[in-house]
C-alpha cells in the first residue's frame, strides 16, 4: 500500500482522471471547493463525501511534492552513521 500512494504517476494518473472528473462544463473539485468557499450553505453530507473523493488525489500530489521537497533539503543519511 505504502509503494502505491509514493507512486507518482499513478497519484498523477488519479489526479487528472477523479481527481478532475467530470470535466465538462468545468471540473468538480473546482465547483465543490468554490462552494465551500462560499460558505458552503446547503452542502449536504455526501457533497462533503464527493468532495473528499475528489480531494484526495490532489492530496496525495501535495503530499508527494512537499516530502520531495523536504527530502531534497534534508536529504536521508543512508550510511546509518549520525
Known amino acids: ?3 502505491v500512494l509514493n507512486d507518482w504517476k499513478l497519484v498523477l494518473l488519479a489526479c487528472l482522471t477523479l481527481g478532475l472528473a467530470p470535466y465538462y462544463p468545468e471540473p468538480h473539485i473546482l465547483s465543490k471547493l468554490r462552494w465551500v468557499g462560499s460558505g ?3 452542502m449536504l453530507v455526501r457533497d462533503l463525501a464527493d468532495l473528499a473523493v475528489h480531494g484526495i488525489p490532489w492530496l496525495l500530489l501535495i503530499r508527494l511534492v512537499a516530502r520531495s521537497l523536504f527530502y531534497s533539503v ?3 543519511d543512508l550510511s ?3
Open 1 to 3: 500500500m505504502k509503494a
Open 40 to 42: 458552503a450553505k446547503g
Open 80 to 82: 546509518g552513521k549520525a
Open 74 to 76: 534534508f536529504p536521508k
